[in-house]
C-alpha cells in the first residue's frame, strides 16, 4: 500500500509475561507472511519455534529461537524468547541483537516481574516498540485495560493502531487506523479480507485516527503547521512522521487481536516492514560503541557494509547433528564463510565455519552476509556467548551482555562415581548454550554446586543433561561455607621435640592470637628479640600458623580475622629445622584457639527484593522470620524494592519462598555482604551437624 521502498531487513525481538502467547504470535506471524503452510499449535506441539523435548513436555519456550522469513521484500528476522522469569537471560540477550521489539500485552492480565524488568532494559537500550495485545477473542478480556497498563505501568502514552471488533467468542477482525480498513481473517486461510468500514464503525474509526493524527502532527512543526492548515494529514505524511515517533520513542503504537486465531496479526506484519527501524537507521541513531581491545580506546560501528566487519554473538546453541552454532547479528561489513576474524574478547583467531538462515530447527546455508544480518555461524571452536568476532586488522571488541546472576544453588551428587566426568562436561556444555547457568567445585565444602535463576532453572538443566549426555545426578541443599574466629587474646606455646636415630627433630615458638576486625582475614608479626628464635626460621612458624587456619577447633572450618605474633621460643643448633617449627606454629596455633573462646561465623547477604505493594507486608515478615535485617525500602512505580542483610543459610531456599508470597510477581538478587556470629543456639546445632556428617564420612 506504500510507495516508500526502505532497506530489505527487520531485525525484532518479541518479549512478554510467561504465558501471554509469545510463540502463537510468532506462529501466525509465519503463516501470516507465508514461511509455513498452516497455523501451528503450542498445545499440540506443532509450533516451528518450540521444537525441543522439553519444550513440547513443558508446553513453554524453554530457549530462544531464531525465526527467519521473507515478506513483502523485506526479511524479518524474529526472535522469540522464553518468557518465564527463571529463563530471563534469555530475552535480555535477545534485545541486544535487534533493532526492535514486539512488547505482547495479554488482554487479561498486567505486567508481571520479568516483563518489567524487560521493559527496563528496553528503555535502556532505547529501542523502538510495538504492542500487540493478544486473547482478545477469550471470555473477560479487555483492550481498554491494556491500554491502561501502558499508560499506568509501562509509563508510555499508548496509541491504537488497531481496534478490536468483538470481544471475546465473537472476535472479528480489527479496524487498522492507519488503512482505515477493517481487517479479517482466521486460523484456516493466510488470506486477509479488507473490507470498507461500516457506518456503525466509523465513528470508533475517527476517534482513534484523530488521536493519531494529532500524536504524529504535535511531535513535528511542519507536520503541525499542515495538520492546522488542512485538519488532517495525507498517507504519506502519517507515515513518515509515524515512523520517526516509533523510532524516537514518542509513544506506543497498540495492535490487537488474537495470535491462536490469526486475528490482527496482518495489521502487527505491515507495521513491522513499514514502521520500524532498519538496520542501518537504527546504527546512525544509536551506533554500536566498543573499545580497542588492544588501546583500550572507544570505537564504534554505525553498522554500515562498508565499515570494516564486526559481530556480537547473543546465542549458543548446541545442535545434536550440526554441532556447536552461534546466532551473530552482524553489527558492520560483509564476510563470507570460511573467513578468519578475530575473537576480540578472547584475543584469538576464528576461523569461521557455515552460514545458516534458521527456521526454527531448519538450517539454510548460505554464502555470505552482511551489516544487518543475523546468522547462525556453525562449529566456532573458542567462540562463546557475547563474544565479539571482527575484522583482523579493525579490532573492535563491544560489552558483554549484561545478564543476571544466579539466584538457587544446590550441591549436586551423581549416581554413580562412573558419571562424575560425564556431568562435568555435560553442565559445561549446557553453560555454553545458558550464562545465566554456573556449575563450580567448592573447595571448602567439597561438593559440586549448580546454581540458576531459580527451580525450574535448575529442573530444566538437569532435564537436558539425562537427555544430551545421559547422566543422572541428585540435588540437595548446599553446605554453608560457615568461618571461625575468636573473640579474645591467648597464649600458648607449641613444642615439637622428637629424637631418632642421627639428627633429631627440635622446634619451639610461643605465639599470641588475637581477634581482628570483622572482614581483615590475617594478620602475623614477628616480635621475637634477641635471637629466641633465628630469623630464617620465623617462616616455617608462619607456615605453620596458616595451615592450621584451615581446620578451626569447633567443626573444622577455616579461621579467619585472627592476628597471630610469634614472640618468644627456642631452638636447638642440630636438631631444629623448617620442618620442627612449621609443626611447632602449628601446635602453639590450636591450643591458643581453644581457650581463646572460639565462635562460629557465618556469611551475611545483601538481599535487594523487588516486590509488587501489596506483597511488601508478608515478605518483611518472613525475613525477619529468616534472622532478616531490613537496611531500606523504597517505592518504584507501583512496586516496592527492599534491601536486608540475611544469613546465606536462611535464603538456600528463598527464591521457592518468594515466589509463593508474590504470585511470581517477585524477584531478587543477593551479594555476599559480611561474616556475622552465629548465634550461640543455633551454632550449637550446627557444630552437632557437622559433628555427626563427619562421623557417618568416617564409617563410610
Same mark, same amino acid.
Given at each position: 500500500?506504500?510507495?516508500?521502498?526502505?532497506?530489505?531487513?527487520?531485525?525484532?525481538?518479541?518479549?512478554?509475561?510467561?504465558?501471554?502467547?509469545?510463540?502463537?504470535?510468532?506462529?501466525? &506471524?509465519?503463516?501470516?507472511?507465508?514461511?509455513?503452510?498452516?497455523?501451528?499449535?503450542?498445545?499440540?506441539?506443532?509450533?516451528?519455534? +518450540?521444537?525441543?523435548?522439553?519444550?513440547?513436555?513443558?508446553?513453554?519456550?524453554?530457549?530462544?529461537?531464531?525465526?527467519?522469513?521473507?515478506?513483502?521484500?523485506?526479511?524479518?528476522?524474529?526472535?522469540?524468547?522464553?518468557?518465564?522469569?527463571?529463563?530471563?537471560?534469555?530475552?535480555?540477550?535477545?534485545?541486544?541483537?535487534?533493532?526492535?521489539?514486539?512488547?505482547?500485552?495479554?488482554?487479561?492480565?498486567?505486567?508481571?516481574?520479568?516483563?518489567?524488568?524487560?521493559?527496563?532494559?528496553?528503555?535502556?537500550? +532505547?529501542?523502538?516498540?510495538?504492542?500487540?495485545?493478544?486473547?482478545?477473542?477469550?471470555?473477560?478480556?479487555?483492550?481498554?485495560?491494556?491500554?491502561?497498563?501502558?499508560?499506568?505501568?509501562?509509563?508510555?502514552?499508548?496509541?491504537?493502531?488497531?481496534?478490536?471488533?468483538?470481544?471475546?467468542?465473537?472476535?472479528?477482525?480489527?479496524?487498522?487506523?492507519?488503512?482505515?480498513?477493517?481487517?479479517?481473517?482466521?486460523? !484456516?486461510?493466510?488470506?486477509?479480507?479488507?473490507?470498507?468500514?461500516?457506518?456503525?464503525?466509523?465513528?470508533?474509526?475517527?476517534?482513534?485516527?484523530?488521536?493519531?493524527?494529532?500524536?504524529?502532527?504535535?511531535?513535528?512543526?511542519?507536520?503541525?503547521?499542515?495538520?492546522?492548515?488542512?485538519?488532517?494529514?495525507?498517507?504519506?505524511?502519517?507515515?513518515?512522521?509515524?515512523?520517526?515517533?516509533?523510532?524516537?520513542?514518542?509513544?506506543?503504537?497498540?495492535?490487537?487481536?488474537?495470535?491462536?486465531?490469526?486475528?490482527?496479526?496482518?495489521?502487527?506484519?505491515?507495521?513491522?516492514?513499514?514502521?520500524?527501524?532498519?538496520?542501518?537507521?537504527?546504527?546512525?541513531?544509536?551506533?554500536?560503541?566498543?573499545?580497542?581491545?588492544?588501546?583500550?580506546?572507544?570505537?564504534?560501528?554505525?553498522?554500515?557494509?562498508?565499515?570494516?566487519?564486526?559481530?556480537?554473538?547473543?546465542?549458543?546453541?548446541?545442535?545434536?547433528?550440526?554441532?556447536?552454532?552461534?546466532?551473530?547479528?552482524?553489527?558492520?561489513?560483509?564476510? $563470507?564463510?570460511?573467513?578468519?576474524?578475530?575473537?576480540?574478547?578472547?584475543?584469538?583467531?576464528?576461523?569461521?565455519?557455515?552460514?545458516?538462515?534458521?527456521?526454527?530447527?531448519? $538450517?539454510?546455508?548460505?554464502? !555470505?552476509?552482511?551489516?544487518?544480518?543475523?546468522?547462525?555461524?556453525?562449529?566456532?571452536? =573458542?567462540? $562463546?556467548?557475547?563474544?565479539?568476532?571482527?575484522?583482523?586488522?579493525?579490532?573492535?571488541?563491544?560489552?558483554?551482555? !549484561?545478564?543476571?546472576?544466579?539466584?538457587?544453588?544446590?550441591?549436586?551428587?551423581?549416581?554413580?562415581?562412573?558419571?562424575?566426568?560425564?556431568?562435568?562436561?555435560?553442565? $559445561?556444555?549446557?553453560?555454553?548454550?545458558?550464562?545465566?547457568?554456573?556449575?563450580?567445585?567448592?573447595?571448602?565444602?567439597?561438593?559440586?554446586?549448580?546454581? /540458576?535463576?531459580?527451580?525450574?532453572?535448575?529442573?530444566?538443566?538437569?532435564?537436558?543433561?539425562?537427555?544430551?549426555?545421559?547422566?543422572?545426578?541428585?540435588?540437595?541443599?548446599?553446605?554453608?561455607?560457615?568461618?571461625?574466629?575468636?573473640?579474645?587474646?591467648?597464649?600458648?606455646?607449641?613444642?615439637?621435640?622428637?629424637?631418632?636415630?642421627?639428627?633429631?627433630?627440635?622446634?619451639?615458638?610461643?605465639?599470641?592470637?588475637?581477634?581482628?576486625?570483622?572482614?581483615?582475614?590475617?594478620?602475623?608479626?614477628?616480635?621475637?628479640?634477641?635471637?629466641?628464635?633465628?630469623?630464617?626460621?620465623?617462616?616455617?612458624?608462619?607456615?605453620?600458623?596458616?595451615?592450621?587456619?584451615?581446620?578451626?577447633?569447633?567443626? /573444622?572450618?577455616?579461621?579467619?580475622?585472627?592476628?597471630?605474633?610469634?614472640?618468644?621460643?627456642?631452638?636447638?643448633?642440630?636438631?631444629?629445622?623448617?620442618?620442627?617449627?612449621?609443626?611447632?606454629?602449628?601446635?602453639?596455633?590450636?591450643?591458643?584457639?581453644?581457650?581463646?573462646?572460639?565462635?562460629?561465623?557465618?556469611?551475611?547477604?545483601?538481599?535487594?527484593?523487588?516486590?509488587?505493594? =501489596?506483597?511488601?507486608?508478608?515478605?518483611?515478615?518472613? &525475613?525477619?522470620?529468616?534472622?532478616?535485617?531490613?537496611?531500606?525500602?523504597?517505592?518504584?512505580?507501583?512496586?516496592?524494592?527492599?534491601?536486608? &542483610?540475611?544469613?546465606?543459610?536462611?535464603?538456600?531456599?528463598?527464591?521457592?519462598?518468594?515466589?509463593?508470597?508474590?504470585?511470581?510477581?517477585?524477584?531478587?538478587?543477593?551479594?555476599?555482604?559480611?561474616?556475622?556470629?552465629?548465634?550461640?543456639? &543455633?551454632?550449637?546445632?550446627?557444630?552437632?551437624?557437622?559433628?555427626?556428617?563427619?562421623?557417618?564420612?568416617?564409617?563410610?
Amino acid at each position: 500500500m506504500e510507495t516508500t521502498r526502505l532497506e530489505p531487513i527487520r531485525n525484532v525481538a518479541i518479549v512478554s509475561n510467561a504465558g501471554a502467547g509469545k510463540t502463537s504470535l510468532s506462529e501466525a &506471524l509465519l503463516y501470516t507472511g507465508g514461511a509455513i503452510p498452516t497455523l501451528g499449535s503450542v498445545t499440540q506441539g506443532t509450533t516451528v519455534s +518450540d521444537f525441543e523435548p522439553e519444550e513440547l513436555r513443558h508446553r513453554n519456550s524453554t530457549s530462544t529461537s531464531l525465526l527467519q522469513f521473507s515478506w513483502n521484500h523485506t526479511n524479518i528476522n524474529l526472535i522469540d524468547p522464553p518468557g518465564a522469569l527463571d529463563l530471563l537471560g534469555e530475552p535480555l540477550a535477545a534485545l541486544q541483537a535487534v533493532d526492535a521489539v514486539i512488547l505482547l500485552l495479554s488482554g487479561n492480565m498486567g505486567v508481571r516481574t520479568e516483563l518489567a524488568r524487560l521493559w527496563a532494559r528496553i528503555k535502556e537500550l +532505547d529501542l523502538p516498540c510495538l504492542v500487540f495485545v493478544n486473547g482478545l477473542d477469550k471470555e473477560g478480556a479487555s483492550f481498554e485495560n491494556a491500554l491502561e497498563t501502558c499508560r499506568q505501568q509501562l509509563g508510555r502514552a499508548p496509541i491504537p493502531m488497531a481496534v478490536p471488533v468483538n470481544l471475546g467468542m465473537n472476535l472479528d477482525g480489527v479496524i487498522d487506523v492507519r488503512h482505515e480498513k477493517l481487517i479479517r481473517s482466521g486460523p !484456516s486461510s493466510a488470506q486477509i479480507e479488507q473490507v470498507q468500514i461500516s457506518n456503525d464503525l466509523e465513528r470508533i474509526l475517527n476517534g482513534v485516527r484523530k488521536q493519531l493524527v494529532e500524536a504524529v502532527a504535535e511531535s513535528g512543526e511542519t507536520l503541525l503547521e499542515t495538520y492546522l492548515t488542512q485538519g488532517d494529514l495525507n498517507q504519506e505524511d502519517l507515515l513518515q512522521g509515524l515512523r520517526r515517533d516509533i523510532q524516537t520513542n514518542q509513544f506506543l503504537p497498540v495492535y490487537a487481536g488474537s495470535a491462536t486465531q490469526n486475528i490482527g496479526v496482518w495489521s502487527l506484519l505491515d507495521a513491522i516492514v513499514t514502521l520500524l527501524s532498519t538496520p542501518s537507521e537504527r546504527g546512525v541513531a544509536h551506533p554500536w560503541r566498543g573499545i580497542h581491545p588492544e588501546t583500550q580506546d572507544g570505537c564504534e560501528r554505525k553498522g554500515s557494509q562498508q565499515e570494516p566487519f564486526s559481530a556480537a554473538v547473543f546465542k549458543t546453541i548446541i545442535d545434536p547433528f550440526i554441532g556447536r552454532l552461534s546466532y551473530c547479528r552482524v553489527l558492520s561489513g560483509t564476510i $563470507h564463510a570460511d573467513a578468519t576474524v578475530l575473537n576480540a574478547s578472547k584475543h584469538v583467531r576464528e576461523k569461521l565455519g557455515h552460514f545458516y538462515r534458521v527456521l526454527g530447527k531448519r $538450517h539454510v546455508a548460505i554464502d !555470505s552476509v552482511k551489516a544487518g544480518e543475523i546468522v547462525a555461524i556453525g562449529k566456532l571452536k =573458542d567462540t $562463546h556467548t557475547g563474544d565479539t568476532l571482527c575484522q583482523e586488522n579493525a579490532p573492535i571488541c563491544y560489552p558483554l551482555l !549484561s545478564l543476571p546472576k544466579p539466584i538457587l544453588s544446590f550441591a549436586i551428587e551423581t549416581k554413580s562415581k562412573t558419571d562424575i566426568d560425564k556431568v562435568s562436561l555435560g553442565l $559445561h556444555k549446557l553453560i555454553e548454550e545458558d550464562p545465566t547457568l554456573e556449575f563450580a567445585r567448592n573447595v571448602e565444602t567439597k561438593e559440586m554446586v549448580l546454581s /540458576g535463576m531459580g527451580q525450574f532453572h535448575i529442573d530444566l538443566a538437569l532435564e537436558k543433561l539425562h537427555r544430551k549426555f545421559g547422566a543422572d545426578v541428585m540435588l540437595h541443599t548446599p553446605k554453608v561455607p560457615y568461618r571461625e574466629t575468636l573473640k579474645m587474646k591467648s597464649q600458648a606455646q607449641g613444642k615439637y621435640k622428637k629424637q631418632t636415630g642421627g639428627h633429631g627433630q627440635y622446634g619451639d615458638c610461643w605465639l599470641e592470637v588475637a581477634p581482628l576486625p570483622r572482614g581483615n582475614g590475617y594478620l602475623f608479626e614477628n616480635r621475637v628479640v634477641g635471637g629466641a628464635i633465628p630469623r630464617n626460621f620465623i617462616p616455617a612458624v608462619e607456615k605453620g600458623v596458616i595451615e592450621a587456619m584451615q581446620e578451626g577447633p569447633l567443626s /573444622g572450618f577455616p579461621v579467619v580475622d585472627v592476628q597471630v605474633a610469634v614472640y618468644d621460643g627456642s631452638y636447638h643448633v642440630v636438631d631444629s629445622s623448617e620442618m620442627s617449627f612449621k609443626i611447632a606454629g602449628s601446635m602453639a596455633f590450636k591450643k591458643a584457639l581453644e581457650t581463646a573462646h572460639p565462635v562460629l561465623l557465618e556469611p551475611v547477604m545483601t538481599v535487594e527484593i523487588d516486590t509488587p505493594t =501489596d506483597a511488601v507486608g508478608a515478605i518483611m515478615g518472613d &525475613l525477619s522470620a529468616r534472622r532478616g535485617r531490613i537496611v531500606t525500602v523504597n517505592a518504584q512505580d507501583h512496586a516496592e524494592q527492599i534491601t536486608a &542483610l540475611v544469613p546465606l543459610a536462611e535464603l538456600l531456599r528463598y527464591a521457592t519462598a518468594l515466589n509463593a508470597m508474590t504470585g511470581g510477581r517477585g524477584s531478587y538478587v543477593m551479594d555476599f555482604a559480611q561474616y556475622d556470629e552465629v548465634p550461640r543456639e &543455633l551454632a550449637v546445632k550446627v557444630i552437632e551437624r557437622h559433628k555427626t556428617e563427619g562421623q557417618v564420612a568416617t564409617a563410610h
